[in-house]
């Protein structure tokens, strides 16, 4: 699993979770440029959870920029294997905090990861905004 601080302490709850890195702060960007090597080391078949783009959102990035940016990361993490990594895409979790600007901008970005993980292989969209909502 690949996240955000949004799923902190996730290994507590998940049994026989081989790996969850979670970087409290990050970016889609961060996130392609300095935590997708782990994935190089993935050996057999595979599923990568991300669970990033909620601070993407808070920085101001348009939806587009921020579907871009999840399509990178997503290739490079898929990137040379001969075995298939499968990429599950969470969405983003609407916040409290979000207002007329971001609200939007969450809906639109959150389309536009099920449309990105249509067209993908070995990629899913996993519309997980009401289930962190109702937890």
């Known amino acids: 699993m690949l996240s955000d601080s949004m799923c902190r302490g996730v290994e507590e709850h998940i049994p026989n979770l081989t790996a969850a890195y979670v970087h409290p702060g990050t970016f889609l960007r961060r996130s392609l440029e300095q935590h997708t090597g782990r994935f190089d080391r993935v050996t057999r078949e595979a599923l990568v959870v991300v669970h990033i783009g909620t601070n993407d959102v808070a920085s ?31 969405s983003i979790v609407p916040r409290p905090v979000d207002n007329e600007w971001t609200r939007p901008t969450v809906r639109e970005t959150n389309r536009g990861f099920r449309q990105l993980c249509q067209q993908k292989h070995n990629c899913i969209y996993l519309p997980t905004g009401t289930l962190f909502l109702e937890y």
């Open 60 to 90: 101001g990035l348009s939806p587009a920029a921020i579907v871009g940016q999840m399509e990178a990361l997503i290739d490079r993490i898929q990137r040379g294997h001969a075995e298939p990594l499968y990429v599950a895409v969470c």
